[in-house]
T-cell receptor, first 112, second 114 residues
Framework: GIQVEQSPPDLILQEGANSTLRCNFS?????LQWFHQNPWGQLINLFY???GTKQNGRLSATTVATERYSLLYISSSQTTDSGVYFC??????????????FGTGTRLKVLA | DVKVTQSSRYLVKRTGEKVFLECVQD?????MFWYRQDPGLGLRLIYF???????EKGDIPEGYSVSREKKERFSLILESASTNQTSMYLC?????????????FGPGTRLLVL
């Protein structure tokens, strides 16, 4: 099956700093998502980005599908950015449905 | 707004008890999922369902069962809870075949088995 690896596993930033999170995947994909899990456990979708670049405020993401990686950029980080960032790719099943394969996440802590 | 709710945020059970975790979604999604999350291991899929009364094993189904009697509700059952099932449990839903659609998560249940 598809393998998804994320780096770094942990990241500590001072408020205002920029960061780049990386997701590598082992096979071609047609759906890649970035999720943020806040400190209370809620996961929220950030980007659906199987290829190309998208931006949403201080966050942007780029997926280079041919080289099997995706990057999540956080600029001018804030304490509310703290939490765990997951990359997930969609795996097509023989039953005709799909399931996500998640990376192990990057735990980000932004210090005030 | 899609809403996925879980019956409890925190749960404390004793070893050997039967435990029910309930998940309800209000967006008529065909697919529903149960994950557990443990430090350093990310999200691991326990079971999922793509239709009423249909279920498929995920990556770690041992010690768990599920029930989907209605489209909006997906239950995770621990037949005889053990301490190694202490974890955060997350439910999610998404449409069946739309590859571009995201997955929506509930708030999670933190289960402690003593």
């Amino acid at each position: 099956g598809i393998q998804v690896e994320q780096s770094p596993p942990d990241l500590i930033l001072q408020e205002g700093a920029n960061s780049t999170l990386r997701c590598n995947f082992s096979d071609s994909v047609n759906n890649l998502q970035w999720f943020h899990q806040n400190p209370w456990g809620q996961l929220i979708n950030l980007f659906y980005i199987p290829s190309g670049t998208k931006q949403n405020g201080r966050l942007s993401a780029t997926t280079v599908a041919t080289e099997r990686y995706s990057l999540l950029y956080i600029s001018s980080s804030q304490t509310t950015d703290s939490g765990v960032y997951f990359c997930a790719v969609l795996d097509h099943l023989t039953s005709g449905t799909y399931k996500y394969i998640f990376g192990t996440g990057t735990r980000l802590k932004v210090l005030a | 707004d899609v809403k996925v709710t879980q019956s409890s945020r925190y749960l404390v059970k004793r070893t050997g008890e039967k435990v029910f975790l309930e998940c309800v979604q209000d967006m008529d999604h065909e697919n529903m999922f149960w994950y557990r999350q443990d430090p350093g291991l990310g999200l691991r899929l326990i079971y999922f369902s793509y239709d009423v009364k249909m279920k498929e094993k995920g990556d770690i189904p041992e010690g768990y069962s599920v029930s989907r009697e209605k489209k909006e509700r997906f239950s995770l059952i621990l037949e005889s809870a053990s301490t190694n099932q202490t974890s955060m449990y997350l439910c999610a839903s998404r449409p069946l075949r739309d590859r571009a659609e995201t997955q929506y998560f509930g708030p999670g249940t933190r289960l402690l088995v003593l």
